[in-house]
């Protein structure tokens, strides 16, 4: 599950079986021997596809509006690891979660969350909003913490909509995660969801 037609590459590779972020060198490869990848199993291999799609979409997104290489304007790989245990690489409490980290993408399998089972977070605008933190990481450099970080998760959730929207031909949802079975945020109603929809606001 590899290409080098867009910038200097997509990957998503599978991280099964690895518990640190310094072992995800050995992650392995996806194959099929068709190329087409109905790749549906039990290890839930299927959502590799989807983080694949999405983060194809998400850099044709930024290529064909704003002319943009890739996250650094300089054709930045996007490699992506699926089935990534969060919970011991970071020692968060499970893996209904997704990262950007440093350099790379990683997405947890979902679990149980609000009595909600959860699929893999690889649905394509949490795709966008990870690949587009790793953009503002080139540009803007918010980080992590204080008005920065919230300005920072702001852009993530705004284009990870708006790539969502282009990948699907504006079929229009606000949410952030509703393929997933569980929505975490509304960008039409951020209320809803527990979150402020002004500066200083409830929540
Ligand atoms: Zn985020």
Known sequence: MRQTGRGQGIQVL????????????????????????NNVNTNLD?????????????????RNRFNRNSI??????????VHANLVSMYGIPNNVNAFWD????????????????????????????????????????LGNSGEAGVL?????????????NYAKGYNFNWTVGENTGLIFRSLSNPNAYSHPDTYGGTF
């Open 72 to 81: 650094n304007n300089q054709g930045y790989l996007l490699r992506g690891y």
């Open 102 to 141: 440093t350099d790379k993408m990683l997405y947890g399998d979902g679990g149980t969350q609000n009595n909600v089972q959860v699929r893999p977070l690889t649905a394509v605008d949490i795709v966008g909003h990870e690949i587009t933190h790793g953009l503002t990481q080139f540009t803007a450099a």
């Open 14 to 37: 599978n991280a099964r079986g690895i518990t640190t972020v310094g072992n995800l060198g050995s992650a392995s490869d996806f194959t099929d021997i068709d190329n087409n990848w």
């Open 46 to 62: 299927q959502f590799a596809t989807d983080a694949y799609w999405g983060q194809e979409k998400t850099y044709d997104y930024y």
């Open 152 to 164: 920072n998760e702001s852009f993530s959730d705004i284009f990870g909509t708006a790539i969502e």
